[in-house]
């Protein structure tokens, strides 16, 4: 294909993935508002609710590496197209029963399951696609646009769910959700996932690897690239240290400083606007040149501002300096968390192979996964136990601490080699 053409097809790919995705996001997003309404008014039970995160936490955490597997074995639109489908006549399912039998928690439970699992597929199989889609210098762009995209539905689709729910039957939020679906089967179906892909080609006849290789291979791969199993692991330790946060937060908040819930929904709506006006200016800007540096200090940003949270438990404050406060606190929280995050995924995107691009995105799935419930069980105990202020401070000390040991500055120069050599031409400059 013609370089030009090839370009502009990129381009078509940047703006029908984040339509998609805005798309089957919200639909998804307005469901999980509304389902989580219907099971706390259908049972008043807490454990119910409870019962429905595990249906869509632990499949994830079980599946992860045979999704992994299996972007890197098998046709990657494919899969994200069975998977959409899969969604979609799972909602359906849930719709049929809705009308005829009526909702019951089984139905629910295991539509979340399945939800989940689809999810994942669909989730790790794009997440692999990115340089196969987009041309590299516009890598960092297909990865703001997709936050982008997230950050817009984590803003609208509570607004959207809380004006429809009690006026509007289940069925109706259930349509929303298929029609949302299918539209991102129509959308996904028109992409080419190899337009820039470079996966080895399938030799006839050669005899394919078992998939517990398959898989030992990609853990494998992973263990003989240091910078990347550095970004790696500080990300299980920032998963694992945000459960004091994910449960603090909302605690410290609602039981210990009594504030309103709609003034509780602003400071989430502020950490919504801050990743998406940070996603649009990375979409704009050019190609952050040392990602791995940017993301370690925002990394430490992001710590201060955890322990920051704590603070009005520490000082006088009146009730509206404390709602400013949070507004403001979590709106500079949400953009520090897209200067983390974005640099970091362009650098693996770029360093992972397309070959084991799924079976290396999958392994993070399934630590991170595994690392956030347990990291909330046992916040949550000791929240019970300890003042809160102390967790949070001891735990954004920690995240400090272990992000400047791990990505000390050995670690940069290693990851930016040229940062050694600015320093070399500098000192000689001097000299």
């Known amino acids: 294909m013609d370089e030009a053409l090839k370009l502009k097809k990129a381009t078509y ?31 008043g039970s807490a454990s119910s609710f409870a019962l429905n995160l595990i249906c869509s ?3 994830r955490t079980l599946v992860a590496p045979f999704a992994g597997y299996a972007a890197d074995k098998y046709s990657r639109k494919m899969i994200v197209i069975v998977s959409q489908i899969a ?9 049929i029963v809705s009308l005829t039998a009526g909702l019951s928690l089984v ?36 990865m703001s646009l997709n936050q ?25 939020f259930l349509i929303m959700y298929m029609v949302a679906s299918v539209i991102a089967v129509i959308l996904e179906s028109t992409m080419d996932f190899k337009l820039f892909a470079k996966r080895k080609e399938v030799v006839e006849g050669e005899p394919k690897e078992p998939m517990i290789e398959s898989m030992k291979a990609g853990f494998h791969y992973l263990m003989q690239q240091p910078i990347l199993k550095t970004m790696i692991v500080i990300s299980l330790f920032i998963n694992f240290l945000f459960g004091a946060y994910q449960v603090g937060y909302s605690f410290i908040l609602i039981e210990k400083l009594k504030i309103n819930s709609q003034h509780f929904g602003f400071t989430e709506g502020a950490f919504a606007i801050g990743m998406l006006l940070l996603s649009i200016y990375f979409s704009t800007r050019k190609e952050l040149k040392f990602p791995f540096l940017v993301s370690k200090w925002g990394i430490v940003v992001l710590g201060v501002i955890m322990g920051a949270v704590s603070l009005p438990l520490l000082l006088n404050m009146t009730y509206t300096v404390i709602v400013v406060f ?38 993070i799935e399934t630590c991170a996964m595994a690392l956030m419930p347990l990291g909330m069980v046992l916040f949550g105990f000791l929240y019970d136990v300890f003042p809160a202020e102390s967790i949070l401070i001891v735990s954004s000390i920690l995240l400090i601490l272990v992000t400047l040991f791990l990505a000390r500055p050995s670690v940069v120069r290693a990851a930016h080699p040229e940062l050694g050599q600015k320093k070399v031409e500098y000192l000689k400059t001097e000299s």
């Open 107 to 142: 139905a629910i439970y295991s539509t979340t399951v399945i939800l989940s699992l689809t999810s994942l597929f669909s989730g790790v199989t794009f997440s692999s696609s990115i340089t196969g889609l987009v041309d590299e210098g516009r890598i960092q762009k297909a």
């Open 326 to 363: 949070y507004i403001v606190l979590m709106f500079f929280f949400g953009a520090s968390m897209i200067v983390t995050n974005t640099p970091i995924q362009v650098m693996m995107q770029k360093m992972i192979e397309d070959d084991y691009k799924g079976r290396v995105f999958s392994i």
């Open 57 to 59: 936490i632990l499949p």
């Open 148 to 172: 982008m995209s997230i950050s817009f539905a984590a803003i609208g689709s509570p607004a959207v769910g809380g004006l429809l729910y009690g006026a509007v039957p289940m069925h109706v």
């Open 13 to 43: 790919h940047l703006w029908t993935f984040t339509v998609s995705k805005l798309v089957s996001t919200f639909g998804a997003q307005v469901y999980a508002f509304a389902i989580s309404f219907y099971i706390l008014q259908l049972t």
């Open 87 to 95: 969604t979609t006549i799972a909602i359906g399912g849930l719709l």
